[in-house]
């Protein structure tokens, strides 16, 4: 079992940075890839970002890529989202997720985080 933490939430003018946090409980993060995922107002959820097990490969959607830098640290059991150059389209909750095997669905969720960007 895992639970999933976020925080770092906040409102932020465009063009600004937020940096995202999930906490997760257990010694067995360094066992499961990682993700975070938004949900806009009125939309459905979409993915964000993915990073593996090992830290090494990382993928974006094409709205975040460039702006966004998703990373791990295994001792800390944490994930981190650096969001810069903000726009008003990256308001939304976003979540982050955990998942143990790389082609199977997550299995873990965190309860979300609130980011406001005002233009």
């Known amino acids: 079992q895992v639970q999933l933490v976020e925080s770092g939430g906040g409102v932020v003018q465009a063009g600004g940075s937020l940096r995202l946090s999930c906490a997760a409980s257990g010694r067995t993060f360094s066992f499961y890839s990682m993700g975070w995922f938004r949900r806009a107002p009125g939309k459905e959820r979409e993915f964000v970002s993915h990073i593996t097990r090992s830290g090494v490969s990382t993928e974006y959607a094409d709205s975040v890529k460039g702006r966004f830098t998703i990373s791990r640290d295994d001792a800390k059991t944490t994930v981190y989202l650096q969001m810069n150059s903000l726009k008003s389209e990256d308001t939304a909750v976003y979540y982050c997720?955990?998942?143990?095997?790389?082609?199977?669905?997550?299995?873990?969720w965190g309860q979300g985080t609130q980011v406001i960007v005002s233009s």
């Open positions: 997720a955990a998942k143990r095997y790389a082609f199977s669905e997550y299995d873990y």
